[in-house]
């Protein structure tokens, strides 16, 4: 019983962040990441700002917020383990991607148009530019962390640090292209270009 109830209170609170995050990535894309207040975002949501905050402890939090971490590890982790660094996390930034790219680019329900507008307003606004290195590296951390598990040789774990970074390089240009291209272009196809223009033929 106190399972499941941890398991309900988990997903609760996860549906609540995911209401709060899209609402507030709304106003912020039609007012103006400055303009737009949390007591804004927490009227949207049908919360108190307080709840806004508990969530989300920075108003920038707000739309850096993710759990792309955890997919794309889980993605590295559905790779064969005996293949190079470079192309495991290849495969799992584009795997992850389209598992990010569903639903249409102009429906901010959606979560093809949340991703969109997301990198919109990361790429727009200079405080969330500055924030957007925090998430990088967590990124970094995860994808690192994904394949190299518990190993102690700093060897690997050193390679694993300049695959991913090269990799998670390459993604951000496709991003930035995407979101330019107003999400028109398919998302997961730009990412395996910008790996393949990087690193060759043979990256994804």
Known sequence: MTDR?????ARRRA???RSIQAHAVRLFG???FDATTVADVAEAAGVSPMT????FPTKEDLVLADA??????EQ???????QPFMRRIAAALVGAAGHLNGGAANDPGSDRGFLLARTQLMITTPALRARHLDNHYALQQAVVGALTG???DPDEVFRAQAAAGACLAAM????VRWAQDDGRSDLPELIARALTAAFGEDAV
């Not at 806004?52 to 969530?55: A, E, S």
């Not at 792309?68 to 590890?73: E, I």
């Open 68 to 73: 792309s971490g955890q997919l794309v590890a």
């Open 76 to 82: 590295i982790a559905a790779t064969p383990a005996d």
């Open 5 to 9: 109830h941890s398991t309900l209170r």
């Open 52 to 55: 806004v905050y508990r969530h």
């Open 150 to 152: 518990e190993s102690a």
């Open 30 to 32: 039609e007012r103006g």
């Open 172 to 175: 951000h240009t496709a991003l």
């Open 15 to 17: 549906e609540t962040q």
